[in-house]
């Protein structure tokens, strides 16, 4: 069955360090791929998201992922985190299964930046 | 803007109850879709729609039912609530599922069977 993993369930980092959230998807064909983040107390919004073409995706808030085929990934990245990065971040793939298209979900990584 | 509602932020029911989760957008959307959000565990996908009266499994729909009437208002129910169903429940929508269209999330519905 189609899964995506997330090797990070938390991460506590201080404001200004780097950020690389790990996620692997096992999926052999076409792919879509998503990144939403939950800020405390509100929606899930999207963050990013590739479909084709420059596999360096750029995103809201300074966030960016690559997609690395042969590795089945798609590693989310910020070079410097703020406080107001603190949240749970949700990497997604598209499943295109009895004609509709449905999303399969990892299972999420709270971050946490202290100031 | 967009929007999606849920009628409830925060729900407590008893073991055996029926149980009504209720869904409005107000985007047009085709696509409804209600998942259940666990911690460690993610978004799990429990049934979506893609018209009016139709209805499909997800990946959990053991225990729960669908009902769509409406284009707009997608209602989750809980036939006979188990303590199990303790969760937040989150509503989403979309404008097509032929081609992938974003999903847009509702606030969610934190519900506790005691």
């Known amino acids: 069955a189609q899964s995506v993993s997330q090797h990070n369930h938390h991460v506590i980092l201080s404001e200004a360090a780097s950020l690389e959230l790990g996620c692997n998807y096992s999926?052999?064909?076409?792919?879509?791929l998503f990144w939403y983040v939950q800020y405390p107390g509100q929606h899930l919004q999207l963050l990013l998201k590739?479909?084709?073409?420059?596999?360096l995706v750029k995103g809201i808030k300074g966030f960016e992922a690559e997609f690395i085929k042969s590795k089945f990934s798609f590693n989310l990245r910020k070079p410097s985190v703020q406080w107001s990065d603190t949240a749970e971040y949700f990497c997604?793939?598209?499943?295109?299964?009895?004609?509709?298209?449905?999303?399969?979900f990892g299972a999420g990584t709270r971050l946490a930046v202290h100031p | 803007d967009v929007k999606v509602t849920q009628s409830s932020r925060y729900l407590v029911k008893r073991t055996g109850e029926k149980v009504f989760l209720e869904c409005v957008q107000d985007m047009d959307h085709e696509n409804m879709f209600w998942y259940r959000q666990d911690p460690g565990l993610g978004l799990r996908l429990i049934y979506f729609?893609?018209?009016?009266?139709?209805?499909e499994k997800g990946d959990i729909p053991e225990g729960y039912s669908v009902s769509r009437e409406k284009k707009e208002r997608f209602s989750l129910i809980l036939e006979s609530a188990s303590t199990n169903q303790t969760s937040m429940y989150l509503c989403?929508?979309?404008?097509?599922?032929?081609?992938?269209?974003?999903?847009?999330f509702g606030p969610g519905t934190r519900l506790t069977v005691l």
């Open positions: 997604a793939v598209t499943l295109f299964s009895g004609g509709y298209n449905k999303l399969i």
């Open positions: 989403a929508s979309s404008a097509s599922s032929k081609s992938y269209n974003e999903q847009f």
């Open positions: 999926y052999g064909g076409t792919v879509n």
């Open positions: 590739y479909f084709s073409g420059d596999p």
């Open positions: 729609s893609y018209d009016v009266k139709m209805k």
